[in-house]
C-alpha cells in the first residue's frame, strides 16, 4: 500500500472538508477513553494549541494519523491511530516511518512519553527498534527503520 506523509494543521484542517471527514473518521475509530473527549474537541484543542497531524495517505483519503507537538529539539508524538478497516495493513508502522524521515530531515528526533502510550502502542514501538531512555520517561523514536515499514 503505498502511503504517503500529510501534514493537517489548523489552515488544512478549516479549508479543507475532506481533510476533517478523515481525521475525524480516524479518531472516531479510537476508544472514548484514550481521547478522554469527543474527538472533535480533541482535534480542535491540539490543531488550537499551534500543533498538528502527522497523516498517512492512500489515495486521496487520510488513513491514519499522530498527533504531533513540535518544539526546538523533537517532535512529541501521541495518539497515533489507524482506521479500523486498514488496520493490521502496515500503515501505522509506515506512518511513523515516513514521520521519523521528515523530523531527521529538520534535525529533530521524535520522541512520545511513555506513561500515555498505551500497550498495543509501546510493543509496535518496540517492535520496529524504538527504545526508551535512560530515564524510562519517554521512548526515543530517531532510530532509521529497517527497510521504511510497509
Not at 484514550?34 to 472533535?40: A, E, F, I, K, T
Amino acid at each position: 500500500m503505498p502511503v504517503t506523509l500529510h501534514y493537517v494543521d489548523k489552515s488544512a484542517w478549516e479549508s479543507d472538508s475532506q481533510v476533517r471527514h478523515d481525521l475525524q473518521r480516524i479518531y472516531t475509530d479510537a476508544p472514548f477513553e484514550r481521547l478522554g473527549v469527543p474527538v472533535d474537541t480533541f482535534i480542535r484543542r491540539h490543531l488550537d494549541a499551534g500543533h498538528f497531524f502527522a497523516c498517512a495517505r492512500f489515495n486521496d483519503r487520510l488513513l491514519g494519523a499522530v498527533a504531533v507537538d513540535a518544539d526546538a529539539q523533537a517532535w512529541w508524538l501521541s495518539e497515533l491511530c489507524v482506521r479500523k478497516a486498514t488496520r493490521r495493513r502496515g500503515v501505522g508502522s509506515r506512518l511513523l516511518a515516513l514521520v521519523s524521515d521528515a523530523a531527521r530531515t529538520e534535525g529533530r528526533e521524535l520522541r512520545t512519553h511513555s506513561s500515555q502510550l498505551p500497550v498495543a502502542d509501546q510493543v509496535l514501538l518496540t517492535r520496529l527498534g524504538y527504545r526508551l531512555d535512560s530515564t524510562g520517561d519517554y521512548f526515543e523514536l530517531a532510530p532509521p527503520l529497517q527497510g521504511g515499514g510497509k
